[in-house]
């Protein structure tokens, strides 16, 4: 076997140097992409939540689920005159 040499030393140098920047690069991007999921989630989350916050929204919801339930749906009336009574529909087989 022969001694290391400069020229060898050089050279392990630089493949070592190659090979940790292409790990720090890798966990790099691993990070990036983690966070940019977890900041679409919560961008959706938010909107999700403002979006089912609407009043309106919370009552069309409420005559498309299953079931029998009073309802007002005009708010500016009194609640005796816009109320409404949904009715139980159920399901065939």
Known sequence: ???LTVEHL?????IGGTI???VVFSIGLSTYLRTEKWKR???LANEMKEFFA??????ALFLIDWGSRELQLIEDRPAAESRIQTKVRTLSR
């Open 41 to 43: 989630a919560e961008f």
């Open 20 to 22: 940790g920047s292409l």
């Open 54 to 59: 609407n009043s309106r929204l919370e009552k």
């Open 10 to 14: 050089k050279s392990l140098v630089t």
């Open 1 to 3: 076997m022969q001694p």
